[in-house]
């Protein structure tokens, strides 16, 4: 399974073009998993239910499942890594992406709009592979047009392939 981050600033995008390239990643008989990083701790259940309780009692994982889909909660690592990431997910994948958590020592592409006045993130790291951007840029790795998902999508099928 291959790993890609989409990293950016917030309001960049990210969210968006993920959901444009997921399901033409699908129409090529890709098998994608998906992870949605964030800084804020999040909580699914709801206080007083029974799956909340049964955490606050001192499950470590507690899954709720229903007749059409199913919602695993579990206590995350103390260091999360694409290791960690990897091991808790329920099924196999061809392309695992993964929003956010810029820090993991992954390949990205990130999601860049000058209009937002923040820095170009490929200045600074060089797991970046490609720039997904509304504008025309310099920089050492491939740009591609944000408004153009089935180009970002080709590149991206095209890198699955193409790395060892």
């Not at 993130?121 to 060089?126: N, P, T």
Request: hydrophobic share 45%; charged share 20%.
């Amino acid at each position: 399974m291959k790993a890609l981050g989409v990293i950016g600033y917030s309001g960049s995008g990210k969210t968006t073009l993920l959901c444009a390239l997921i399901p033409l990643l699908r129409a090529a008989d890709l098998r994608i998993a998906m992870v949605k990083s964030t800084h804020h701790d999040v909580d699914w259940d709801t206080p007083g239910k029974d799956s909340y309780r049964l955490r606050e009692a001192g499950a470590e994982t507690v899954m709720l499942q229903g007749p059409k889909r199913w919602f695993t909660t579990c206590l995350a690592p103390e260091k999360i890594t694409l290791e960690s990431i990897v091991a808790s997910l329920p099924a196999p994948a061809d392309l695992l992406l993964i929003e956010g958590n810029k820090a993991l020592p992954i390949p990205k592409i990130e999601v860049h709009r000058p209009a937002l006045q923040k820095p170009l993130l490929a200045a600074e790291d060089h797991r970046i592979i490609a720039v997904a951007s509304d504008a025309t840029l310099l920089t050492h790795c491939a740009v591609l047009d944000l408004n153009a998902p089935e180009s970002i999508a080709q590149f991206i099928h095209h890198w699955i392939h193409e790395e060892p």
